[in-house]
T-cell receptor, first 113, second 112 residues
Framework: NAGVTQTPKFQVLKTGQSMTLQCAQD?????MSWYRQDPGMGLRLIHYSVGAGITDQGEVPNGYNVSRSTTEDFPLRLLSAAPSQTSVYFCASSYSPGRSTQYFGPGTRLTVL | RKEVEQDPGPFNVPEGATVAFNCTYS??????FFWYRQDCRKEPKLLMSVYSSGNEDGRFTAQLNRASQYISLLIRDSKLSDSATYLC?????????????FGKGTLLTVNP
């Protein structure tokens, strides 16, 4: 049981490049979410999904796309990277977002030059 | 008022000390409350849920005051291993029960 896995662990992009951050969970959780964590800002919700085929925006969705084609996978796409997207990105999953433990992946540290 | 607001810290305490963290939240409709712990450069992990009647887990005690929209975490007999950032988490942010809102965290350093 690997829990929540994220790849890559580190990434450096140039402004304007696109990329996909991968997230997978093997706990059969319906709810998955993406957060970014910046110094002094805490964790902020980017997008979330309550099941396969269903996604919704969080607090800071601009510049990011998500899709949920399977229960296990929830990739986050950066369409055209900007220096303001330099951050640590965490994927999380849970059985029920408001009632149960959120399990976080180890994070992806992204730098946009 | 910010959705979830925590003591800014940092807290520096000696081993064996008792330390308390406070958190306030703005959404009176919130139903679920948690404390998470985050070690340096690691992912957050659930420390404990917070129940209306208050709850205790070993050296950790969590309290909830719905009338004042206030949550607290008490750590007794602090250990070096308690050094971490403590995150207050509340559901119901942005008008949705699916959304969890995190406080900015309070850094605790326990010194020998």
């Amino acid at each position: 049981n690997a829990g929540v896995t994220q790849t890559p662990k580190f990434q450096v992009l140039k402004t304007g490049q696109s990329m996909t951050l991968q997230c997978a969970q093997d706990m059969n959780h319906e709810y998955m979410s993406w957060y970014r964590q910046d110094p002094g800002m805490g964790l902020r919700l980017i997008h979330y999904s309550v099941g396969a085929g269903i996604t919704d925006q969080g607090e800071v969705p601009n510049g990011y796309n998500v899709s949920r084609s399977t229960t296990e996978d929830f990739p986050l796409r950066l369409l055209s990277a900007a220096p303001s997207q330099t951050s640590v990105y965490f994927c999380a999953s849970s059985y029920s977002p408001g009632r149960s433990t959120q399990y976080f992946g180890p994070g992806t540290r992204l730098t946009v030059l | 008022r910010k959705e979830v607001e925590q003591d800014p810290g940092p807290f520096n305490v000696p081993e064996g000390a008792t330390v308390a963290f406070n958190c306030t939240y703005s959404n009176s409709a919130s139903q679920s409350f948690f404390w998470y712990r985050q070690d340096c450069r690691k992912e957050p992990k659930l420390l404990m849920s917070v129940y209306s009647s208050g709850n205790e887990d070993g050296r950790f005690t969590a309290q909830l005051n719905r009338a004042s929209q206030y949550i607290s975490l008490l750590i007794r007999d602090s250990k070096l291993s308690d050094s971490a950032t403590y995150l207050c988490v509340v559901n119901g942010g942005g008008g949705s029960n699916y959304k969890l809102t995190f406080g900015k965290g309070t850094l605790l350093t326990v010194n020998p």
